[in-house]
């Protein structure tokens, strides 16, 4: 596709479901990076992917939190027993290089557990 | 964790008028990055500064780093409504891969 996509857009999860949450990176970029941004703050930094690799998750929360990115493209980010405090926007970026450079993210998935 | 300050944190103000935003750390970056963000969508790219003393426009926007790469502006001209936003700067952490973001700044430009 021309951009990052991520689904679902919205996600309400009663507290204690599982959530996995799809990103869908620009074809052929090497870098992708989860982000959380809670209600009036900038992304945080959640774990990073250099094709399949997961090279840093040093930003994911807890234990609950899982990501994953089997064959270089799609990722998946699970949050397990989601908690009220999980409630965020989920972005999702991808870049070309294996470094940062520009970061094309995506819509985002507003997760809301209730 | 190198922290990013930005300023203000909200800022309303009437078409045609000029503003400056703010980016301050104790920190120093190889580079900055300014984003743009809008309801319900991603942050959006503006401009990467690299070099102290840099400044680079982008049509109405001016953007600054500062001479000892800790502090960034972002000034805009004639603020129109399409302007509203917020406004999000970032720079490369240790890690050379990840950003660390500031809270932003929220823009609302009324007719």
């Known amino acids: 596709g021309a951009g990052v996509s991520q689904s679902p857009r919205y996600k309400v999860a009663k507290r204690g479901q599982d959530v996995a949450l799809r990103c869908d990176p620009i074809?052929?970029?090497?870098?992708l990076f989860w982000y959380q941004q809670a209600l009036g703050q900038g992304p945080e930094f959640l774990t990073y992917f250099q094709n399949e690799a997961q090279l840093d998750k040093s930003g994911l929360p807890s234990d609950r939190f899982f990501a994953e990115r089997p064959e270089g493209s799609v990722s998946t980010l699970k949050i397990q027993r989601t908690q009220q405090e999980d409630s965020a926007v989920y972005l999702c970026?991808?870049?070309?290089?294996?470094?940062?450079?520009?970061?094309?993210f995506g819509q985002g998935t507003r997760l809301t557990v209730v | 964790t190198q922290l990013l300050e930005q300023s203000p944190q909200f800022l309303s103000i009437q078409e045609g008028e000029n503003l400056t935003v703010y980016c301050n750390s104790s920190s120093v970056f190889s580079s900055l990055q300014w984003y743009r963000q809008e309801p319900g969508e991603g942050p959006v790219l503006l401009v990467t500064v690299v070099t102290g003393g840099e400044v680079k426009k982008l049509k109405r926007l001016t953007f600054q780093f500062g001479d000892a790469r800790k502090d960034s502006s972002l000034h805009i001209t004639a603020a129109q409504t399409g302007d509203t936003g917020l406004y999000l700067c970032?720079?490369?952490?240790?890690?050379?891969?990840?950003?660390?973001f500031g809270k932003g700044t929220s823009l609302l430009v009324t007719p």
């Open positions: 970032a720079g490369l952490s240790n890690s050379g891969y990840a950003l660390n």
């Open positions: 970026a991808s870049s070309p290089r294996r470094i940062q450079g520009e970061a094309f």
């Open positions: 074809s052929g970029h090497v870098s």
